[in-house]
């Protein structure tokens, strides 16, 4: 029999038409991923990939083994999924993903808090800006920001949570330095994947200076924070830092409304739904801050 593993190895080549690629999204060296796919190709008895100076090409027989391992592909993933629903129990490992500024700024605590409630849950906070992939069990549930909600996939299941509103901030000592006429240049900064968005650009506070550049949430809120200049950032960043204040003349802007994610079977496992139901709620509490409303003015 055909073993799943050798053929796991060898879509992962097929999709990075490389090697070096396939290894490095499996997490394995290069000589596994080449072991695992002269295993299935001594299995089939024919040559799945010809070796080109820009990579590695499918031949016609491994076309054709391409579309029956997606097929493969999607079985496993089903099973594995309904397998995993009919599992009631609160131990195991349960994986969460979303954008690391709203898992060190916002939701922490709350993690902190059901791991405390369940110690036999075993988590995993995949916080990062690539999205993961529900329905290949790369992660259980989604917390994501959706801006259109014709956009979610059919397949997923959502709970809607509320709106996200962002402003533009500076700091405090900024500020007040810029009103009293201090010559320092006022900076835009900017993640250098983002630019400045268009509806930031009106207020009382003028740039002057050429753009600070960063490449991480992290780096923009330490940046803002130091009075290098004016950022945009959510409101649950810059209302809740008292180093930061809006900038005077600006509006807020919607950038989207939390969704909770998760895909067919997995959400029926009793894990899952404690985690959804526990966050959904302190999301509710978040509210007005989410949306710019905790402020009664400066």
């Given at each position: 029999m055909i073993n799943w593993?050798?053929?796991?190895?060898?879509l992962a080549a097929a999709r990075e038409s490389s090697v070096r690629a396939a290894a490095k999204r499996l997490g394995v060296n290069h000589a596994t991923v080449l072991r695992r796919i002269t295993q299935l190709e001594n299995r089939l008895g024919a040559q799945m990939f010809e070796k080109l100076p820009s990579g590695y090409r499918l031949t016609a027989v491994g076309e054709e083994v391409?579309?029956?391992a997606n097929d493969m592909e999607a079985s496993s993933n089903q099973l594995e999924t309904r397998v995993f629903g009919r599992d009631q129990s609160v131990r195991g490992l349960l994986r969460v993903t979303l954008t690391p500024i709203l898992a060190t700024n916002l939701l922490m605590p709350d993690f902190a808090d059901f791991a405390r409630l369940y110690p036999d849950i075993e988590m995993e906070i995949l916080s990062s800006g690539e999205l993961a992939n529900?329905?290949?069990?790369?992660?259980?549930?989604?917390?994501?920001?959706?801006?259109?909600?014709?956009t979610l996939p059919l397949n997923l299941h959502g709970l809607k949570g509320p709106e996200l509103f962002g402003g533009v901030y500076m700091s405090r000592d900024r500020l007040a330095a810029w009103r009293t006429g201090a010559p320092d240049p006022v900076r835009w900064i900017v993640i250098s994947t983002h630019g400045i968005p268009e509806w930031a650009g009106e207020g009382e506070v003028r740039t002057t200076g050429v753009p600070f550049r960063v490449t991480d949430a992290a780096a923009e809120i330490s940046a803002v924070r130091q009075g290098l200049g004016i950022t945009t950032l959510p409101c649950f960043v810059g209302d809740a830092d008292p180093l930061l204040v809006r900038v005077p003349g600006t509006d807020l802007h919607q950038y989207g409304t939390l969704w909770l994610l998760t895909q067919?079977?997995?959400?029926?496992?009793?894990r899952v739904r404690l985690f959804t139901e526990f966050v959904s709620?302190?999301?509710a509490a978040y509210a007005p801050l989410l949306t710019g409303l905790s402020l009664t003015g400066d």
């Open positions: 593993d050798d053929v796991r190895y060898f391409l579309d029956l529900l329905t290949k069990r790369e992660a259980d549930l989604a917390i994501r920001v959706v801006y259109d909600r014709k067919g079977e997995t959400r029926k496992t009793k709620r302190r999301l």
